[in-house]
C-alpha cells in the first residue's frame, strides 16, 4: 500500500532530528554520535522482536538509551516530542502506491470490510500517515503490533483484528507483502492469505517453503480474487 521513496539514507536525517530536539531540551548528548547509538539500540531491539514476536517500541528504546546516560526522569511528553521530530522527517519517505485508492474504493464498493494490520514500532507514526494520505475512511480499525504488543506473524495480533468485526478466520482474507509476517501468519491463523509480490523481498527458501493462497502483482488485481471467493 505504502512504497517508499528514494532518498539518502532518511533514518539518519530523523536521528539526528531526535537528537537536536533533546539538546534543545536541555539533554547533553553528542549531536554526532548519540544518533548513531540510538539507532544501534534500536537494531538490538528490533533483532530480538523478529524472534520473539513482541513489539519492542521507538518510545522504549530511546527511554532505554537515554536512562544509560543518566536521563532516568525524562517525562512521556519529551519522549514524544522527541519521536515526533524523527517521524516528521521519515514520514516524507512515503508515498502510497498508484492503485491504493481506487482498490479501496472498489471493495468498498463491493460490500467488503477492511481493517488494516501493521507490524510497526511507533502506533502514531502509523495513525498518522494512514491519515496523511486520506485513506482512514476505507477501515474500521488501524491496528499496530506498537499497540497490541504482538508482531505478525504471532496468531493473537491476527485474532484481535478479526474480535474487531466477530469474523470466523475462514470468513477474512489477508493481503500482504511479507510471506513470513503476512501470509503464513495469516494461514496459521485460519484467515485466506493472499501475498503481493510487487515489492517482496522474501529469500527463495522462504518461498519455496510458505504457499499463499493466491498471489497478486498489484493491488488492482484484488478485487477479481475476492470475485472468486465468493463464487467458490
Not at 505478525?152 to 509476517?181: C, Q
Not at 523481498?201 to 480474487?225: G, H, K, V, W, Y
Request: with cysteine.
Amino acid at each position: 500500500m505504502f512504497e517508499r521513496e528514494a532518498t539518502r539514507p532518511i533514518s539518519a536525517q530523523g536521528d539526528e532530528a531526535l537528537t537536536q530536539y533533546l539538546r534543545e531540551q536541555g539533554l547533553e548528548l553528542n549531536l554526532s554520535t548519540f544518533p548513531l547509538e540510538f539507532r544501534k539500540r534500536l537494531d538490538v531491539y528490533f533483532s530480538q522482536r523478529e524472534k520473539d514476536l513482541f513489539e519492542t517500541t521507538y518510545s522504549f528504546v530511546l527511554r532505554d538509551i537515554l536512562g544509560s546516560k543518566g536521563y532516568d526522569d525524562v517525562s512521556d511528553d519529551l519522549i514524544r516530542n522527541a519521536l515526533d521530530r524523527l517521524f516528521a522527517v521519515t514520514q516524507t519517505n512515503w508515498a502510497l502506491e498508484s492503485d491504493t485508492l481506487s482498490t479501496l474504493k472498489k471493495i468498498e464498493a463491493d460490500g467488503y470490510r477492511m481493517g488494516l494490520i501493521s507490524n510497526a514500532g511507533d502506533d502514531k507514526d502509523v495513525q498518522q500517515m494512514v491519515q496523511k494520505f486520506h485513506i482512514s475512511r476505507y477501515f474500521d480499525f488501524v491496528l499496530t503490533s506498537a499497540a497490541c504488543s504482538y508482531r505478525k506473524p504471532h496468531p493473537r495480533i491476527f485474532e484481535m483484528a478479526l474480535s474487531n468485526w466477530y469474523f470466523l478466520p475462514s470468513e477474512a482474507v489477508m493481503v500482504g507483502d511479507n510471506l513470513t509476517a503476512d501470509v503464513k501468519g495469516a494461514k496459521a491463523a485460519g484467515l485466506f492469505g493472499v501475498w503481493l509480490t510487487r515489492r517482496t523481498n522474501s529469500r527463495p527458501e522462504q518461498q519455496a517453503d510458505i504457499q499463499p493462497d493466491a498471489t497478486i502483482s498489484t493491488l488492482a488485481e484484488l478485487p477479481s480474487i475476492l470475485d472468486r471467493l465468493q463464487v467458490q
